[in-house]
């Protein structure tokens, strides 16, 4: 089982930045392709960005992210990282991590694909 925490949520202005973190449990992180995701209210759960588990793991971006989003991870640490930038209120969402222990070569971008999720974090962006 392995337990999911995010961290850095909150409220910021239009065009400003945040950077959240989500801790993992277990010793076996660095075998885990690590997503986000978000859901705003009356909307479904959205693939936001992953980070393969291998070495040199691929990342992909939902297209509405590109260009202003970058995930990472640190596996001594059992985190991976979201730092958004240029915010817009389109953003505003509680954001979830998940973990895929699939161990394939794969980035997958349905939430159906991932065995562990966290509580989420919220982010509200101003206009």
């Known amino acids: 089982q392995v337990q999911l925490v995010e961290s850095g949520g909150g409220l910021v202005q239009a065009g400003g930045s945040l950077r959240l973190s989500c801790a993992a449990s277990?010793?076996?992180?660095?075998?885990?392709?690590m997503g986000w995701f978000r859901q705003a209210p009356e909307k479904e759960r959205e693939f936001v960005a992953a980070i393969g588990w291998w070495s040199g793991g691929r990342t992909d971006y939902a297209d509405s992210v590109k260009g202003r989003f970058t995930i990472s991870r640190d596996n001594g640490k059992n985190t991976v990282y979201l730092q958004m930038n240029s915010l817009t209120p389109e953003d505003t969402a509680r954001y979830y991590c998940a973990a895929d222990n699939a161990q394939e070569l794969r980035v997958a971008i349905s939430p159906h694909a991932y065995d562990y999720w966290g509580q989420g974090t919220q982010v509200t962006v101003s206009s």
């Open positions: 277990g010793r076996t992180f660095r075998t885990y392709t």
